[in-house]
Nanobody
């Protein structure tokens, strides 16, 4: 499995921005598609965005389309989630995951520990 570490979460007012980062020391990082998921207490974990191994393909959940941007830097072994125009509904623990280019959680066998994002109204 790939070891992943997220950072960049925090408290932000509605309308603000945050950039989440996810890094790995695994030399095979570029062999994996990366996904961002989120989970609010009492709710199921849901997909936010995914990016293919090369970065040429991306997917966004309808709820974040136009506001969030996923990217990656394979040389530095980072993937990023730029979150703009944040809403209170975006409050959740955000996870990055490594696996196959997919929208299904079961296709991502490696997960980070999560980072909390809280958006105040």
């Amino acid at each position: 499995q790939v070891q992943l570490v997220e950072s960049g979460g925090g408290l932000v007012q509605a309308g603000g921005s945050l950039r989440l980062s996810c890094t790995s020391s695994d030399p095979t990082f570029s062999n994996y598609a990366m996904g961002w998921f989120r989970q609010d207490p009492g709710k199921e974990r849901e997909i936010v965005a995914t990016i293919s191994r090369s970065g040429s393909m991306t997917f966004y959940a309808d709820s974040v389309k136009g506001r969030f941007t996923v990217s990656r830097d394979n040389a530095k072994k980072f993937t990023y989630l730029q979150m703009n125009s944040l809403k209170p509904d975006d409050t959740a623990v955000y996870y990055c995951a490594a696996g196959s280019y997919s929208v299904r959680q079961q296709d991502f066998p490696s997960w980070g520990q999560g980072t909390q994002v809280t958006v105040s109204s």
